[in-house]
């Protein structure tokens, strides 16, 4: 059995906040993609189409930070194990950079299809 304390929302909840409070404070990428959300949110509510296009587009923006803040653990915890350059802390650190990149093709491949549909039906 894990040596685990007892489960309890608001203290974890509290963890996430802190999680999301510096990974803005410290992570470029994030911030980026955070303004990025923030600016396209009302894109999303605002745009004449269907619900499940607008839950799309709004699962692969948020894919975005979601991928980002999974990046910004992996680079943490390789960091913590070792600050010597170890092939294989760097390939982890490349994967992590793999998922990012994925999110962001997702992102563009989906908004632009959505849009095209949107704009070239009118």
């Known amino acids: 059995m894990r040596n685990q ?3 309890n929302f608001f203290k974890n909840t509290s963890y996430a906040l802190n999680g999301l ?3 803005i404070q410290t992570e470029t990428s994030f911030k980026i ?6 600016i396209l949110l009302p894109v999303i509510i ?3 189409t269907t619900l499940v296009y607008k839950i799309l587009m709004f699962m692969s923006l948020t894919g975005m930070l ?3 803040a999974i990046n910004s653990a992996i680079e943490r915890v390789v960091d913590l ?3 010597e350059h170890h092939h294989m802390a760097g390939r982890a650190k490349d994967v ?3 998922v990012v990149f994925l999110s962001i093709f ?3 491949i989906t908004w632009g299809l959505i849009l095209l549909n949107i704009f070239t039906n009118y």
């Open 5 to 7: 304390p007892k489960y």
């Open 21 to 23: 409070k510096d990974l």
């Open 33 to 38: 993609e955070l303004i990025l959300t923030l």
């Open 46 to 48: 605002f745009i004449d």
């Open 66 to 68: 979601i991928a980002e």
């Open 81 to 83: 194990v070792t600050l």
């Open 96 to 98: 992590g950079s793999t």
């Open 106 to 108: 997702v992102f563009v």
